[in-house]
């Protein structure tokens, strides 16, 4: 079993509509990152939680420490939204000292049609 | 543009040779890390710097992997006798300290 489960693995949805994203993880953590990734590879990181909620424009990023829960939430979803979306955390404790690598979800594609 | 760059973008090659890729992060990010992402998978971590220090390497990375950081900036990840296995994208990312910001990636095939 993974580490980090994210669900959907792909959602399609009509433009305008709201979208939620799942994360849910196993083990102990000191950090959540939420990440874009387009055709073609790139990454771009969309928000890093230890705690409660954060929002970036139509991006709403919460997490529930206790139970090891994390949704991204897409308001007035658009076509230029659809990409991979993936979950990834810093383990608590880990390998120790300063390396904060990340273990990462499968990703959910998104697909937002006009 | 996140600031880290990586070269090349694409590498299609024959099994049995040789690669070698280059990530040149963000200058003042003393943190370097390498990803594998294959088709359908979230990235894996295979190794981490801290400056020119190799401080971890995932059991990933066989021995025909070997990675550099040798004055605390660029970074050199080869590949020696690649296998059709080793198809993949190949991420680099830069931290100070735990916000990452990926490069582009190097996308290799094998044929």
């Known amino acids: 079993k993974n580490e980090v489960e994210q669900s959907p693995q792909n959602l399609t949805a009509q433009e305008g509509e709201f979208i939620t994203i799942n994360c849910s993880y196993s083990?102990?953590?000191?950090?959540l990152h939420w990440l874009q990734q387009h055709p073609g590879g790139g990454i771009v990181s969309l928000f890093m939680?230890?705690?409660g909620k954060k929002k970036h424009g139509r991006l709403i990023a919460t997490i529930n420490i206790q139970e090891k829960h994390s949704s991204l939430h897409i308001t007035a979803s658009h076509p230029r939204d659809s990409a991979v979306y993936i979950c990834?955390?810093?383990?608590?404790?880990?390998?120790?000292?300063?390396?904060?690598?990340?273990?990462f979800g499968k990703g959910t594609l998104l697909t937002v049609n006009p | 543009d996140t600031g880290v760059s990586q070269d090349p973008r694409h590498k299609i090659t024959k099994r049995g040779q040789n690669v070698t890729f280059r990530c040149d992060p963000i200058?003042?990010?003393?943190?370097l890390y390498w990803y594998r992402q294959t088709l359908g998978q979230g990235p894996e971590f295979l190794t981490y710097?801290?400056?020119?220090?190799?401080?971890?390497k995932s059991r990933l990375l066989s021995d025909r992997f070997s990675a550099e950081r040798p004055k605390g900036s660029f970074s050199t990840l080869e590949i020696q006798r690649t296998e059709q296995g080793d198809s993949a994208m190949y991420l680099c990312?830069?931290?100070?300290?735990?916000?990452?910001?990926f490069g582009p990636g190097t996308r290799l095939t094998v044929l």
């Open positions: 990312a830069s931290s100070l300290p735990r916000q990452q910001f």
């Open positions: 083990v102990g953590i000191s950090a």
């Open positions: 939680l230890s705690s």
């Open positions: 990834a955390v810093i383990l608590l404790g880990g390998s120790g000292g300063s390396n904060y690598k990340l273990t």
């Open positions: 200058s003042e990010h003393n943190r």
């Open positions: 710097f801290q400056n020119e220090a190799q401080l971890e």
